[in-house]
């Protein structure tokens, strides 16, 4: 599946660009980055079991439904993933209102698992799909 490769590789992108966006004290769109690679390993997550959805609420809700309330994830990732969804909205459109140093490097490391723990899932997947 050429997806999982082109998301992976956009994933890692993003968290590179949040990592240097941390460094240069940019903690809003730090978070920015994490979250949009935690959501773009959601993605294509998702079209492993042929669900696309329209919104980014949709994106959530589905990871929700089909791998966390079904144990295929524990429900610290679904926390993880709504968590920098609320955070980058906050850090996107808050007016007033800045990421925190402490609060942008917590889910650079957060996203950071995240998204080598889905890569993870998605590695076997792939591996049972060449076997068959």
Do not use: P, W
């Amino acid at each position: 599946m050429k997806e999982i490769k082109d998301f992976t590789r956009k994933a890692k992108k993003y968290l590179n660009t949040a990592e240097h966006a941390s460094n240069d004290g940019d903690y809003d769109s730090c978070v920015s980055r994490c979250y949009y690679a935690m959501f773009h390993m959601i993605e294509v997550l998702l079209l492993t079991k042929g669900l696309k959805a329209s919104s980014h609420k949709g994106v959530l809700s589905l990871f929700g439904e089909h791998f966390v309330k079904t144990g295929i994830f524990e429900r610290e990732l679904g926390k993880a993933l709504n968590d920098a969804y609320d955070k980058r909205l906050i850090g996107d459109y808050g007016i007033g209102f800045t990421i925190a140093k402490e609060e942008a490097q917590k889910i650079l490391e957060t996203a950071k698992n995240f998204v080598d723990r889905i890569k993870c899932y998605l590695d076997e997947v792939l591996e049972k799909e060449e076997e068959t």
